[in-house]
Every structure is written in C-alpha cells, then in structure tokens.
C-alpha cells in the first residue's frame, strides 16, 4: 500500500525567504506525482505535475522535483509572498492496476510579511 | 465556468438520513474522481470512474456509499444512513484522460461538499 509522507508539518517564514517541501512515498512505481495548495475551505488548485519518466517541472517562482528510486519530491518556492500562506500537498498516482491516487497530509505554510 | 462545479457546497445532514453530493466535471473530461477529506487531513480516495465505467471503487469506507457517473458525466456520491465519521469534504476531481501526456492526467479540483452529520 502506497504511503506518501509530507515534511514539515507546518512552516512559518519571513516573506522573501525561499524555501523547500518535502514528499516521500513508500512505492516507487509511480506514473507520476502532483503537487497542490489548498486554500482554507475551498478545493484544491494543481500547481506542478511531474510524469514519473521527468526529474523537474517549473512555473514560475515553483520548482518541483522527482528522485523516483528514493521515493522523494522536493516542492522549492523562491522568494516566498504572502500570498503563498497556504496548505501544499503532494499526490501520488501509482503505476499500476487503476493507477489509484495517494495523497499526503500537507504541510501548512504561512509566509509573514 | 470551465472549472469542475459540486453541489450542495454544504450539507448538514441528522443521523441516519440518506444524502446524495453531485459534481460536474469539465466538460470533456473522461477521468472522474472522488476523494473524502477529513479535517486536518489530505484527501482520501475514494473511488474512479473512467467515462461511466467505476474502475475502482476500494476506496468506498462502507457499503453505504455508492457512486455512480451514468451517462459519463455528472456523479452523484451517495451516503446511505448517514453516521457522524462521514462528517467531512467530499472532493471531485476529473481529468482529461490518462496516458504519457503530461497535460492529459492532470488533475482538476472542484470546491467540494461539506457534509456535517449531527
């Protein structure tokens, strides 16, 4: 049974620090990995998906990258804002039978001004 | 909008009584999905359906949940009996497919359905 692990829990940085989440699931047969923020009481906003056959994937201030044989996501934020105060979450989608998703419980960002 | 929709966006249900959450994914979409999040937790999957086919449905706490996607659009979670550990988020995704295109799996949140068993 996939099981996806996100560290820290929560995290509180002064605004213009950069910064790293971390993911690591416990099957590496993986199709791919995608990470979200979640506003409170509303859905969940895709921000980065990485194919399991890819290392990184960018947009914008975001960075995430994908070491699939240990089983590790990092999620870099550059040059954090205010705006960025969210929850982030990693989801795994595993490669095999109906290729069921797993996600982790997040870790609770909030940037201080 | 373009965006996956659910209804009721809240839902304050007594003990017992039979509840039913909807979704509509973006229109298009083959991959449907449902997930139950729990405060303070990442969401859980519940189950998948690929056009109206439920491919997977392990995720289901009990057989008191039921979903069904008829017509490969719109579906309807339903929660017979309703207990208070069902009080959560119920989350709907959908996604254009699946396969080596990255853009293809993405996956697309609705706002999610608030259910509150008292």
């Known amino acids: 049974k996939q099981e996806v692990t996100q560290i820290p829990a929560a995290l509180s940085v002064p605004e213009g620090e950069n910064l790293v989440l971390n993911c690591s699931f416990t099957?590496?047969?993986?199709?791919?990995l995608q990470w979200f923020r979640q506003d409170p009481g509303k859905g969940l906003t895709s921000l980065l998906l990485i194919q399991s056959s890819q290392r990184e994937q960018t947009s914008g201030r975001l960075n995430a990258s994908l070491d699939k044989s240990s089983g590790r996501s990092t999620l870099y934020i550059a040059a954090s804002q205010p705006g960025d105060s969210a929850t982030y979450l990693c989801?795994?989608?595993?490669?095999?039978?109906?290729?069921?998703?797993?996600f982790g419980t997040g870790t609770k960002l909030q940037v201080i001004p | 909008g373009a965006g996956v929709s659910q209804s009721p966006r809240y839902k304050v249900a007594k003990r017992g009584q039979d509840v039913a959450l909807r979704c509509d994914p973006i229109s298009g979409h083959v991959s449907l999905f449902w997930y139950q999040q729990a405060l303070g937790q990442g969401p859980e999957f519940l189950t998948y359906f690929q056009n109206e086919a439920q491919l997977d449905k392990s995720g289901l706490p009990s057989d008191r949940f039921f979903a069904e996607r008829p017509e490969g659009s719109v579906s309807t979670l339903k929660i017979q009996r309703t207990q208070q550990e069902d009080s959560a988020v119920y989350l709907c995704?959908?996604?254009?497919?699946?396969?080596?295109?990255?853009?293809?799996?993405?996956?697309?949140f609705g706002p999610g359905t608030r259910l509150t068993v008292l």
């Open positions: 995704a959908s996604s254009l497919a699946w396969g080596e295109i990255r853009v293809a799996n993405e996956q697309f």
């Open positions: 099957d590496s047969a993986i199709y791919n």
């Open positions: 989801a795994v989608r595993d490669s095999g039978g109906y290729q069921k998703v797993t």
